[in-house]
């Protein structure tokens, strides 16, 4: 899968979130140029991509927690490489 550029790299999840609710509400309204609508598209594309990132990120963050001998919870740190 290609890298994603930087401006998207760098955003939280709630800014691409927000971002890419923006752009769902522009192409609904079906106004401005094709091409315009098409880099919306493939931005928006991207932010998703992002987004689904993100939430794998929490889920594996999630998933590390565990439940130690006596019943209490404790969190072991998750290894993304």
Do not use: N, T, W
């Not at 140029?33 to 993100?54: F, M, Q, T, V, W």
């Amino acid at each position: 899968m290609a890298e994603l550029p930087a401006d998207i790299a760098g955003l939280s999840f709630e800014e691409a979130l927000a971002e890419l609710e923006r752009i769902v509400r522009q192409l609904e309204e079906g106004k401005g140029p094709l091409d315009a609508a098409i880099d919306a598209y493939s931005r928006g594309s991207l932010l998703k991509r992002h987004c689904e990132a993100k939430l794998a990120e929490a889920q594996a963050r999630v998933d590390r927690i565990v439940l130690g001998p006596d019943g209490a919870p404790s969190a072991q740190p998750a290894d993304f490489s």
